[in-house]
T-cell receptor, first 116, second 113 residues
Framework: GAGVSQSPSNKVTEKGKDVELRCDPI?????LYWYRQSLGQGLEFLIY????????KSGLPSDRFSAERTGGSVSTLTIQRTQQEDSAVYLC??????????????FGPGTRLTVT | GDSVTQMEGPVTLSEEACLTI???????????LFWYVQYPGEGLQLLLK?????DKGSNKGFEATYRKETTSFHLEKGSVQVSDSAVYFC????????????FGSGTKLNVKP
């Protein structure tokens, strides 16, 4: 079946502009995660959605970052007033049912954001 | 809190050499352990996993054993190929705190023909 998809695959924006990154999780997956991967670095957790519960926003680096998940499916990560340090690959992942046995995250291909 | 530490790279090997990438973890609960692989230009994909102590995960010739006594989950392969060149991430998740996955910083493997 279809995997996790993300769009756009690449985004170049000017400093100060707002950007929106989109994630389509695997159908039926209840949990969705956003991560940031800076050049040569590991994955930095940003935000987690599970069903209708309040999202875990503890990883968002500043109030310029926000995310929403509509209808329990598609998610949008918004970065306002982008800065050069926001340049990174933004990864989305989804999971079937967290807490149910051994589960793993399925990752999308990522969106490479470059702020000039 | 929970965390994962893995050896820094890059690791450069010749084809058919043995590979070990060290991974140790700290966890307060009952973690499941994972190795993810990221091939050049691609997203992360699960390589193998283990859910309890002494479990061995294996896939594509790679193996890792969940060692609770040493809090380790080292990745091993007896004979690497050029196609194994990628970045490898060790990760853990806690059954009772499943909204968080903790990833290591990644280890880049370069395999030369």
């Amino acid at each position: 079946g279809a995997g996790v998809s993300q769009s756009p695959s690449n985004k170049v924006t000017e400093k100060g502009k707002d950007v929106e990154l989109r994630c389509d999780p695997i159908s039926g997956h209840t949990a969705l995660y956003w991560y940031r991967q800076s050049l040569g670095q590991g994955l930095e957790f940003l935000i987690y959605f599970q069903g209708n519960s309040a999202p875990d926003k503890s990883g968002l680096p500043s109030d310029r970052f926000s995310a929403e998940r509509t209808g329990g499916s598609v998610s949008t990560l918004t970065i306002q007033r982008t800065q050069q340090e926001d340049s990174a690959v933004y990864l989305c992942a989804s999971t079937l049912i967290p807490g149910q046995g051994s589960y793993e995250q399925y990752f999308g291909p990522g969106t490479r954001l470059t702020v000039t | 809190g929970d965390s994962v530490t893995q050896m820094e790279g890059p690791v450069t090997l010749s084809e058919e050499a043995c590979l070990t990438i060290n991974c140790t973890y700290t966890a307060t609960g009952y973690p499941s352990l994972f190795w993810y692989v990221q091939y050049p230009g691609e997203g992360l994909q699960l390589l193998l996993k283990a859910t309890k102590a002494d479990d061995k995960g294996s896939n594509k010739g790679f193996e890792a054993t969940y060692r609770k006594e040493t809090t380790s989950f080292h990745l091993e392969k007896g004979s690497v190929q050029v196609s194994d060149s990628a970045v490898y991430f060790c990760a853990l998740s806690d059954l009772y705190n499943f909204n968080k996955f903790y990833f290591g910083s990644g280890t880049k493997l370069n395999v030369k023909p």
